[in-house]
């Protein structure tokens, strides 16, 4: 497991440089530059503008002093577009929004997606099911950019409850959670559903059943890991979709995260944010995919690297 | 040389016989114990750093945080800022401000003469790289474009400080807006000292150091934006606002039901919305002119289609816009149809007589179904174009519409949406056939608006016509530079380098415990420093 884990990390060191060339050159082949704006620079200014992000130097050159900067001082570089802030600056003070929100969103998706999923399951077709159903199906179809002005509207405006947005203490963090996780959740109850459904017709189950075990015993110990296997499988890249924000969670709140960042820092080509944010981005999926397959072989003994 | 002291508006020279008006709540208002006022931003805002700023929204910021020579009035005429007044030689090239002695930056140092004269070669200095250099370039500063394009030391601009108190500009040319143009923001003061020891991160909150009325308390980057009173302020004692936050909020449907909560205190009214909103809060809903243009640039350069270089299909295509369409059906926010460049409210713009303009638009489509024949296009060779417009839900509207109204024309119009960058890139390298475009004045005077289309203006279309040109030079040096922006609007209509579609309103609610937030300066330029929020 050990070796499987070094073996792991080793191939993930090529992959993110693959990552940064190929966003590196994807960026750049993009129209317009950071620099790009109404009224034309003149050649002096972008020169300047230019040697002062480096923008000057050829492209193999760049990738390799961005690298290099990376590796050697976890330097991302400055922002383009905000001359007062490095990537490091705005990744430090968006991350911890989006991990927030979106940890707290991942747990009440698994809990509540898991639980709606089993219990639907060993309640098969009936009320409790199709109420299960029903709901993780409605939550489904409600895209979060049609829940999110809902929400505003109903808690902020109707009821008063909840500030219509900004970023601070736990109250700043309820409508952001409810409009993102419930999509995650409505898929989790499903995936639940199904899986359990199988193992529920399963053999190993049947003799579990027929030792006379009781029936919460069945569920919990033999019937939920086995089950859990395909929904762990998508908590991995879902997790950290969550972690590193949603861009309309970030435009309908305003709560600064990183997700209405990476979107604008595309539009204003600015690329050093850009960049810092796939490599984030690029980074945890890594790692999380890792931690799926752990966890996968941790669940289910047959399971050897 | 003889120096001519000289007033251009009666508002200066009031501020000179006048101590500062102190804001006051009119008859009935009682203050509210609560100074406090809440403005809405689209997005985050890039830098306070006055010089790198580019956009509107941190202009607005800005001029918060620091202040320019001179101010704008409730109605955008200049008002002493940090100069008193200004005298202006007879050759019209030499401008002297005299500095009050007063002016205080936030940390307790005087602001003097040598601030300017730092900040404007800081502005022109192709070395900090500003968007912005090419301001002092149309303020005919001497020596600006040779600063600019690095052949000349910043140090060869043509301002200096006779001494602490007095400052002296030398134009190249007399610049009769020139007082106007020293209210824009790329213009104020920053400080020296606090540049060069904190770098780019001079502007961060708790190390910025301004001369406005307010200093920045936090800036979390497109969540908020605070600032409170500076009592260091030269005029402190007369300002009553206490706290003033911007809040960016992406969507202006959210921003709107955050208003109505009472999170805002104004907001913009998104399209379409203001007729109803105005039934129901008559006394929050506002329109006010607002000094941009929109229409559809057409290429007239080399890579422009061979179609629009007939001035009839340009006329043709203007006149079967059915501008009252996009604005009472599409806009609904007190838009005015544009049948010429200039923004109409612009200060002292006369508005020529536009034959199409006084049209009905069954006569404009008569006239443009006749003059498209006449160059040769009908059923069996229709007129093909496409449409380039940026990333925008009003622009689109405009564009779809637009496609239906060139339908009636037979003409075949092929919509391309594009992100902005991909837009304003293709602009600049004329890329493009028909172009979605709006320009909104850096300044309150028509030629803000018209050399735009000058042979060496930024024209994205390429438009030449030496008899503009022409004008537009001696509008500098005239009495009443007017006539000259009259005579080219006239051309603009014969020849038709643009589809002028609309002139921008500016479609607010503002909160009716807001008071003193001008409605008549067509810049729509506030200062949180003449406002107050009262009892209800």
Same mark, same amino acid.
């Given at each position: 497991?050990?070796?499987?884990?070094?073996?792991?990390?080793?191939?993930?060191?090529?992959?993110?440089?693959?990552?940064?060339?190929?966003?590196?050159?994807?960026?750049?082949?993009?129209?317009?530059?950071?620099?790009?704006?109404?009224?034309?620079?003149?050649?002096?200014?972008?020169?300047?503008?230019?040697?002062?992000?480096?923008?000057?130097?050829?492209?193999?050159?760049?990738?390799?002093?961005?690298?290099?900067?990376?590796?050697?001082?976890?330097?991302?570089?400055?922002?383009?577009?905000?001359?007062?802030?490095?990537?490091?600056?705005?990744?430090? #003070?968006?991350?911890?929004?989006?991990?927030?929100?979106?940890?707290?969103?991942?747990?009440?998706?698994?809990?509540?997606?898991?639980?709606?999923?089993?219990? #639907?399951?060993?309640?098969?077709?009936?009320?409790?099911?199709?109420?299960?159903?029903?709901?993780?199906?409605?939550?489904?179809?409600?895209?979060?950019?049609?829940?999110?002005?809902?929400?505003?509207?109903?808690?902020?405006?109707?009821?008063?409850?909840?500030?219509?947005?900004?970023?601070?203490?736990?109250?700043?963090?309820?409508?952001?959670?409810?409009?993102?996780?419930?999509?995650?959740?409505?898929?989790?109850?499903?995936?639940?559903?199904?899986?359990?459904?199988?193992?529920?017709?399963?053999?190993?189950?049947?003799?579990?059943?027929?030792?006379?075990?009781?029936?919460?015993?069945?569920?919990?110990?033999?019937?939920?890991?086995?089950?859990?296997?395909?929904?762990?499988?998508?908590?991995?890249?879902?997790?950290?979709?969550?972690?590193?924000?949603?861009?309309?969670?970030?435009?309908?709140?305003?709560?600064?995260?990183?997700?209405?960042?990476?979107?604008?820092?595309?539009?204003?080509?600015?690329?050093?944010?850009?960049?810092?944010?796939?490599?984030?981005?690029?980074?945890?999926?890594?790692?999380?995919?890792?931690?799926?397959?752990?966890?996968?072989?941790?669940?289910?003994?047959?399971?050897?690297? | 040389?003889?120096?001519?002291?000289?007033?251009?508006?009666?508002?200066?020279?009031?501020?000179?016989?006048?101590?500062?008006?102190?804001?006051?709540?009119?008859?009935?208002?009682?203050?509210?114990?609560?100074?406090?006022?809440?403005?809405?931003?689209?997005?985050?805002?890039?830098?306070?750093?006055?010089?790198?700023?580019?956009?509107?929204?941190?202009?607005?910021?800005?001029?918060?945080?620091?202040?320019?020579?001179?101010?704008?009035?409730?109605?955008?005429?200049?008002?002493?800022?940090?100069?008193?007044?200004?005298?202006?030689?007879?050759?019209?090239?030499?401008?002297?401000?005299?500095?009050?002695?007063?002016?205080?930056?936030?940390?307790?140092?005087?602001?003097?003469?040598?601030?300017?004269?730092?900040?404007? $070669?800081?502005?022109?200095?192709?070395?900090?790289?500003?968007?912005?250099?090419?301001?002092?370039?149309?303020?005919?500063?001497?020596?600006?474009?040779?600063?600019?394009?690095?052949?000349?030391?910043?140090?060869?601009?043509?301002?200096?400080?006779?001494?602490?108190?007095?400052?002296?500009?030398?134009?190249?040319?007399?610049?009769?807006?020139?007082?106007?143009?020293?209210?824009?923001?790329?213009?104020?003061?920053?400080?020296?000292?606090?540049?060069?020891?904190?770098?780019?991160?001079?502007?961060?909150?708790?190390?910025?150091?301004?001369?406005?009325?307010?200093?920045?308390?936090?800036?979390?980057?497109?969540?908020?934006?605070?600032?409170?009173?500076?009592?260091?302020?030269?005029?402190?004692?007369?300002?009553?606002?206490?706290?003033?936050?911007?809040?960016?909020?992406?969507?202006?449907?959210?921003?709107?039901?955050?208003?109505?909560?009472?999170?805002?205190?104004?907001?913009?009214?998104?399209?379409?919305?203001?007729?109803?909103?105005?039934?129901?809060?008559?006394?929050?809903?506002?329109?006010?002119?607002?000094?941009?243009?929109?229409?559809?640039?057409?290429?007239?350069?080399?890579?422009?289609?061979?179609?629009?270089?007939?001035? $009839?299909?340009?006329?043709?295509?203007?006149?079967?816009?059915?501008?009252?369409?996009?604005?009472?059906?599409?806009?609904?926010?007190?838009?005015?149809?544009?049948?010429?460049?200039?923004?109409?409210?612009?200060?002292?713009?006369?508005?020529?007589?536009?034959?199409?303009?006084?049209?009905?638009?069954?006569?404009?489509?008569?006239?443009?179904?006749?003059?498209?024949?006449?160059?040769?296009?009908?059923?069996?060779?229709?007129?093909?174009?496409?449409?380039?417009?940026?990333?925008?839900?009003?622009?689109?509207?405009?564009?779809?519409?637009?496609?239906?109204?060139?339908?009636?024309?037979?003409?075949?119009?092929?919509?391309?949406?594009?992100?902005?960058?991909?837009?304003?890139?293709?602009?600049?390298?004329?890329?493009?056939?028909?172009?979605?475009?709006?320009?909104?004045?850096?300044?309150?005077?028509?030629?803000?608006?018209?050399?735009?289309? $000058?042979?060496?203006?930024?024209?994205?279309?390429?438009?030449?016509?030496?008899?503009?040109?022409?004008?537009?030079?001696?509008?500098?040096?005239?009495?009443?530079?007017?006539?000259?922006?009259?005579?080219?609007?006239?051309?603009?209509?014969?020849?038709?380098?643009?589809?002028?579609?609309?002139?921008?309103?500016?479609?607010?609610?503002?909160?009716?415990?807001?008071?003193?937030?001008?409605?008549?300066?067509?810049?729509?330029?506030?200062?949180?420093?003449?406002?107050? $929020?009262?009892?209800?």
């Amino acid at each position: 497991m050990f070796g499987f884990i070094l073996r792991r990390l080793a191939v993930a060191i090529p992959t993110l440089l693959l990552l940064i060339v190929l966003s590196f050159l994807l960026m750049h082949a993009a129209p317009g530059g950071p620099f790009t704006q109404e009224r034309a620079l003149p050649p002096q200014i972008i020169a300047n503008l230019n040697a002062k992000y480096g923008l000057d130097e050829p492209l193999w050159r760049q990738i390799v002093n961005y690298v290099w900067g990376i590796v050697a001082h976890f330097d991302f570089g400055p922002s383009f577009v905000y001359p007062d802030r490095t990537v490091n600056q705005i990744i430090a #003070a968006g991350f911890p929004v989006t991990l927030t929100y979106g940890g707290i969103a991942f747990v009440a998706a698994v809990v509540v997606g898991v639980s709606l999923g089993v219990t #639907a399951a060993i309640r098969q077709n009936t009320w409790v099911d199709y109420l299960a159903v029903g709901t993780s199906i409605g939550a489904q179809v409600l895209p979060n950019f049609v829940m999110a002005p809902i929400l505003v509207l109903v808690f902020t405006l109707w009821l008063g409850w909840l500030p219509g947005g900004g970023w601070g203490g736990p109250i700043f963090w309820i409508m952001p959670v409810v409009a993102l996780s419930t999509s995650f959740m409505a898929s989790i109850a499903r995936i639940t559903r199904s899986s359990m459904l199988e193992v529920l017709g399963s053999n190993h189950i049947r003799t579990a059943r027929a030792k006379g075990l009781s029936e919460s015993k069945v569920i919990l110990r033999h019937a939920l890991k086995p089950a859990l296997l395909p929904v762990i499988s998508y908590l991995g890249p879902a997790f950290v979709t969550m972690i590193t924000g949603s861009v309309v969670v970030d435009i309908y709140f305003s709560t600064g995260g990183i997700g209405r960042s990476f979107v604008d820092s595309a539009l204003n080509r600015d690329y050093a944010v850009m960049m810092g944010i796939t490599i984030l981005v690029g980074a945890l999926t890594i790692l999380f995919s890792l931690v799926v397959d752990v966890l996968y072989a941790w669940i289910d003994p047959k399971i050897r690297y | 040389m003889k120096l001519n002291r000289l007033f251009l508006t009666t508002a200066l020279s009031m501020g000179l016989a006048l101590p500062a008006l102190a804001v006051q709540p009119a008859a009935g208002e009682k203050l509210a114990a609560d100074q406090s006022y809440t403005f809405w931003l689209l997005d985050a805002i890039k830098t306070a750093d006055p010089h790198k700023n580019s956009d509107v929204e941190g202009s607005d910021v800005i001029r918060q945080l620091f202040e320019g020579l001179l101010n704008e009035d409730a109605k955008g005429a200049p008002v002493p800022g940090v100069a008193t007044k200004f005298d202006l030689s007879d050759d019209k090239l030499t401008y002297t401000f005299h500095l009050r002695p007063e002016a205080k930056w936030s940390n307790g140092d005087p602001v003097t003469a040598n601030d300017f004269v730092y900040s404007w $070669r800081r502005l022109a200095d192709p070395a900090t790289a500003s968007e912005y250099a090419w301001f002092m370039e149309l303020m005919n500063v001497e020596n600006a474009p040779a600063v600019v394009k690095g052949e000349k030391k910043p140090e060869e601009l043509g301002i200096k400080a006779v001494d602490d108190h007095t400052l002296e500009v030398k134009l190249t040319a007399p610049t009769p807006y020139f007082p106007k143009m020293v209210t824009h923001s790329s213009t104020f003061p920053v400080p020296q000292k606090v540049v060069e020891a904190e770098g780019d991160n001079w502007t961060q909150a708790g190390k910025l150091v301004g001369n406005g009325a307010f200093t920045l308390t936090s800036h979390d980057l497109g969540v908020q934006i605070s600032m409170d009173k500076n009592p260091n302020y030269w005029d402190a004692a007369n300002v009553v606002m206490e706290h003033i936050k911007g809040l960016t909020v992406n969507d202006n449907n959210v921003a709107l039901t955050r208003y109505k909560a009472g999170e805002l205190d104004r907001v913009q009214i998104p399209a379409g919305q203001y007729p109803s909103l105005e039934k129901e809060f008559p006394d929050q809903a506002i329109s006010i002119p607002y000094s941009c243009s929109y229409g559809y640039l057409f290429n007239l350069s080399d890579k422009g289609p061979e179609a629009l270089k007939d001035v $009839r299909v340009r006329k043709a295509l203007s006149y079967a816009m059915q501008r009252d369409v996009v604005v009472d059906k599409i806009l609904q926010g007190g838009q005015k149809p544009s049948y010429n460049w200039t923004h109409w409210a612009i200060e002292g713009f006369q508005m020529p007589e536009i034959d199409y303009a006084a049209w009905s638009q069954a006569e404009r489509l008569e006239k443009a179904k006749a003059l498209l024949a006449e160059a040769g296009y009908g059923p069996d060779k229709p007129l093909k174009l496409v449409l380039q417009y940026n990333t925008d839900e009003n622009h689109k509207k405009i564009a779809v519409a637009a496609q239906q109204f060139y339908k009636q024309l037979g003409v075949q119009i092929e919509l391309n949406n594009v992100e902005w960058k991909v837009h304003t890139d293709r602009l600049q390298s004329q890329d493009f056939e028909m172009a979605r475009y709006a320009w909104c004045a850096d300044y309150n005077e028509a030629s803000t608006f018209l050399d735009y289309f $000058r042979s060496t203006g930024m024209n994205y279309g390429k438009f030449k016509n030496a008899e503009f040109d022409k004008l537009l030079d001696e509008s500098k040096t005239a009495a009443d530079p007017n006539v000259q922006y009259t005579a080219a609007e006239k051309i603009i209509a014969e020849e038709m380098p643009l589809v002028p579609i609309y002139q921008y309103a500016k479609v607010d609610m503002i909160s009716d415990v807001i008071k003193g937030l001008p409605t008549e300066n067509v810049m729509n330029d506030w200062l949180a420093k003449d406002i107050y $929020r009262i009892e209800k």
